[in-house]
């Protein structure tokens, strides 16, 4: 089946730092979007992305629908403790059916020792 | 935040008994949405629905039902628990296909 490889699995911050994390596909994707969940918590939506090539911002939050429609990253700058949790990507896929939505594995950020 | 309760947050009920997870949403969304969280698998679908009494299969619907009935409620169903349904569940909404899905707080369920 259709699966989204994203990267990293985790990484350690520092606050102040800036973190990027991508989300790439083999196949066409028509939405990318991006949520966090904290530990015990339900995914909350951070980003929309409906056309190849958009930008869209959230705060210090900065997401991309790659040309190709394969990829999407997500870039967080001058990052913050509360930043920690853990990143999925995930994706509708063309031609997919009206449930289809595809998650990465997540990216996990946690706090530099 | 959009309005998603589950109920029950958390259960534990033994192997062969029935179980039953309700969703309610206030946003008037069509289409609604159960998932399973597990460790090395991710989010995987379990079932959908795009309208009262809609529904359809997702990627690992063995072993579920679910029904709605109105437009707010979505039930899942486990009509006899096994240990390897112990998972967290999720639910979502949509305001139609193809669009973002907001999730609910989810359900710790543990069959014993």
């Known amino acids: 089946g259709q699966q989204l490889n994203q990267s990293p699995q985790s990484m350690f911050i520092q606050e102040g730092e800036d973190v990027s994390m991508n989300c790439t596909s083999s196949s066409i994707f028509n939405t990318w979007l991006w949520y966090k969940q904290d530990p015990g918590e339900g995914p909350v939506l951070l980003i929309a992305l409906y056309k190849a090539g958009e930008l869209t911002s959230n705060g210090r939050l900065t997401a991309q629908f790659g040309i190709t429609r394969k990829d999407s990253f997500l870039n967080i700058s001058a990052s913050i403790p509360s930043d920690v949790g853990i990143y999925f990507c995930?994706?509708?896929?063309?031609?997919?059916?009206?449930?289809?939505?595809?998650f990465g594995k997540g990216t996990k950020l946690s706090v530099k020792p | 935040d959009a309005g998603i309760t589950q109920s029950p947050r958390h259960k534990v009920t033994e192997t062969g008994t029935p179980v039953t997870l309700r969703c309610h949403q206030t946003e008037n969304h069509r289409y609604m949405y159960w998932y399973r969280q597990d460790p090395g698998h991710g989010l995987r679908l379990i079932h959908y629905?795009?309208?009262?009494?809609?529904?359809d299969k997702g990627e690992v619907s063995d072993g579920y039902s679910v029904s709605r009935s109105k437009t707010e409620d979505f039930l899942l169903t486990l009509e006899s628990a096994t240990s390897s349904q112990t998972s967290v569940y999720f639910c979502a909404i949509s305001r139609d296909r193809g669009y973002e899905q907001y999730f609910g707080p989810g359900t710790r369920l543990t069959v014993t």
């Open positions: 995930a994706g509708h896929p063309w031609g997919g059916s009206q449930g289809n939505l595809i």
């Open positions: 629905s795009y309208g009262v009494k809609d529904t």
